[in-house]
């Protein structure tokens, strides 16, 4: 417990005034010990860098059009998919905080005859494609995935639009169970 002087003029004149004057000088130096502690706590914090980052897509994204329709299969891993609504351009985004380095993005998926091609970006810069066209049957629990784009440290969006698609497809269709991204370096 720090030890504090008081003024003479406290003592002599109003001895409750020491009391006081004691009290306010502790929790002073208590609230700055603890400031104190809570600075050297939030740097440690913010040295720590993030290696794997999992998101549920079947919870609320941060930003979505056309990304509502949550399909239950129990084929699927997960027992379920969220489902996009076929419209051309319908994206799904998530915040997400990255270290800096080397990185891959999973995403745990089908295939089927209308299902279309998903773009991936992060902070509006496209990191690669997934195709989940083919015919003639839905196959569930496929993991799509691009391997080894770069991201600087901080808070991105990902964002998986469905733009474009297979020839072949019927439709602009994406079904998503599960995203991961990895750092790999």
Known sequence: MPNFSLPNSLTDEHPWEAQRYEVEQNFRALKESSLNE????????????????????????????????????TAQMTNGYLQSSGAQNAEIGWDVTLSAGTWSLSVLGAKSSNLGIITASIDGTSI?????????????????????FTATAGKKRLLLKMATKNASSSSYFGLISVVTLQRTA
């Open 38 to 73: 809570s600075n050297s706590r939030s740097a440690a914090e913010t040295n720590l860098q993030a290696w794997r980052v999992d998101i549920n897509p079947l919870t609320v994204p941060s930003t979505q059009t056309n990304w509502s329709t949550l399909q239950v299969n």
């Open 128 to 148: 690669g494609t997934m195709d989940q066209y083919q015919a003639p049957a839905l196959t569930p629990n496929l993991l799509f995935s691009v391997v080894g």
